[in-house]
T-cell receptor, first 114, second 113 residues
Framework: DGGITQSPKYLFRKEGQNVTLSCEQNLNHDAMYWYRQDPGQGLRLIYYSQIVNDFQKGDIAEGYSVSREKKESFPLTVTSAQKNPTAFYLC?????????????FGPGTRLTVL | KQEVTQIPAALSVPEGENLVLNCSFT??????LQWFRQDPGKGLTSLLL?????REQTSGRLNASLDKSSGRSTLYIAASQPGDSATYLC????????????FGPGTRLSVLP
């Protein structure tokens, strides 16, 4: 079955730690995205990547970093510089841009700072 | 800058009722519009994608319409069921390249048995 997987499902972080969230897709999609969702709010774009070895900042990139070394993988690191990281993180992918930009989402990772 | 709103924020209906969810966007120059469903604590499930050249799309009991000129889309759910209870979100591309998206805040639907 084709799809997007995210791991772990739940993640707990201590103050001052960096943590990495995994996102893998086997849909052969070129574009991948990371969003953050807070209670009662819409999704906000953190980073996106249109192709391997290239990525762009979204609306709330501060305190986050990404890499895109393989087409299938787009990990997100939440650094200690992110002041309020507790949120639900969603990864998505699409075949491409423009009219090919229908997005498909993974199940999400819930990050809690202790 | 593209902005997306959804009305109502929450809706509660008895089972079997037909209902309409609304999505409004400020910039009508969009490639397409996508409707999603989100269950509590889960990811988003794509329901329908309407291209800018289309007026509506149908999938089962769902029908989505798009009126670019007025900056509106509606999601019509026929014969609602308790299993339809979820949050429904719409999203549009934020620029002419369709590489970023702007999401509405969602409508939380409860269908009562």
């Amino acid at each position: 079955d084709g799809g997007i997987t995210q791991s772990p499902k739940y993640l707990f972080r201590k103050e001052g730690q960096n943590v990495t969230l995994s996102c893998e897709q086997n849909l052969n999609h070129d574009a991948m995205y990371w969003y953050r969702q807070d209670p009662g709010q819409g999704l906000r774009l953190i980073y996106y990547s249109q192709i391997v070895n290239d990525f762009q900042k979204g609306d709330i990139a501060e305190g986050y970093s990404v890499s895109r070394e393989k087409k299938e993988s787009f990990p997100l690191t939440v650094t200690s510089a992110q002041k309020n990281p507790t949120a639900f993180y969603l990864c998505a992918s699409s075949r491409g841009l423009g009219r090919d930009n229908e997005q498909f989402f993974g199940p999400g990772t819930r990050l809690t700072v202790l | 800058k593209q902005e997306v709103t959804q009305i109502p924020a929450a809706l509660s209906v008895p089972e079997g009722e037909n209902l309409v969810l609304n999505c409004s966007f400020t910039d009508s120059a969009i490639y397409n519009l996508q409707w999603f469903r989100q269950d509590p604590g889960k990811g988003l499930t794509s329901l329908l994608l309407i291209q800018s050249s289309q007026r509506e799309q149908t999938s089962g009991r769902l029908n989505a319409s798009l009126d670019k000129s007025s900056g509106r889309s509606t999601l019509y759910i026929a014969a609602s069921q308790p299993g339809d209870s979820a949050t429904y979100l719409c999203a549009v591309p934020s620029d002419n390249y369709g590489q970023n998206f702007v999401f509405g805040p969602g409508t939380r639907l409860s269908v009562l048995p």
